[in-house]
């Protein structure tokens, strides 16, 4: 038997954008099945124009993106889709139907799922993420924090490969952000996450991935990672005031 595909894997991926501008300069990242590996790096590092190359939003520069085995390209787009949630930084890029169900519906019933199936997804989807009483609320009338956890569930109910957040702790109260923490940990899903919240990163995900100028410039435990002043500060990364990762269980 061979070993599984990683749930993600990068290689040698380099893109500029059509103003000529280059952010990406081969990066290369796997991510094995059910890892949660933080995505660092300071702002400009390329971070949100890799992960819009994970579900082909972007494409064409050099290298390839595989998703659990399958090519990152035109032919498998709607598959692709279908494997990689994204989360964006704004919940409101991702809300547009007229309540939380509907929402949380839209992808399972564009894959022309039965709708017994679809219901039950949405269902899951909004327990999962402690929401299950809003499926009937307009999105409008809910908390940001509450937003960004539907805008969560609308990934979960196509049952994703990977699960990949752009800063999904900004704008969010302690209250929100602890909840949140509580969700993702929760999920048996592999994560992806870019923050820029380094404590966050320590407590989800035990491995780290720092980004910079569009290469990888260190991949190790979150922990260790944190733990160097040296690279933190080359990297324009910083520990909250009194933050000490050494000190945290
Ligand atoms: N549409 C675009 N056209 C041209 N250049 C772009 C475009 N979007 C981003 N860039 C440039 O690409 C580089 C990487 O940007 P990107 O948004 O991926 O960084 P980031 O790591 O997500 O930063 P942040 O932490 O601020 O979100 C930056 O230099 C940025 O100016
Ligand atoms: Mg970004």
């Avoid at 890029?93 to 039950?120: I, K, W, Y």
Wanted: glycine content about 10%; proline content about 9%.
């Amino acid at each position: 038997m061979t070993a599984p595909a990683p749930s993600l894997l990068v290689e040698d991926l380099a893109f500029a954008y059509p103003d000529g501008h280059q952010a990406l300069f081969g990066v290369d990242l796997r991510v094995e099945r059910g890892e949660r590996v933080a995505l660092l790096g300071p702002n400009g590092a390329g971070k949100t124009t890799l992960v819009l190359h994970l579900n082909g939003i972007l494409r064409g520069g050099r290298g390839s993106v595989a998703v659990a085995g399958l090519p990152v390209d035109q032919r498998n787009l709607q598959e692709v889709r279908r494997r990689v949630g994204i989360v964006f930084q704004d919940p409101d890029d991702q809300l547009f139907m007229p309540t939380v169900g509907e929402d949380v519906a839209f992808g399972p019933r564009n894959l022309g799922l039965p709708e017994p199936e679809v219901r039950a997804r949405v269902a899951a989807a909004l327990a999962q993420v402690g929401m299950g009483g809003a499926a009937d609320r307009p999105p409008h009338h809910l908390s940001f924090g509450q937003r960004r956890r539907v805008a969560v569930a609308t990934v979960l109910s196509m049952h994703p490969e990977i699960l990949v957040l752009d800063e999904p702790s900004s704008n969010l109260d302690p209250a929100g952000r602890r909840e949140l923490a509580e969700v993702l940990e929760s999920l048996p899903v592999t994560v992806l996450m870019v923050t820029h919240d380094l404590p966050y990163a320590l407590q989800l995900c035990p491995r780290s991935v720092v980004l910079d100028g569009g290469v990888v410039v260190a991949d190790g435990p979150t922990r260790e990672l944190l733990a160097d002043p040296v690279l933190l500060a080359r990297h324009r990364l910083e520990l909250p005031y009194g933050f000490d990762p050494r000190t945290v269980p």
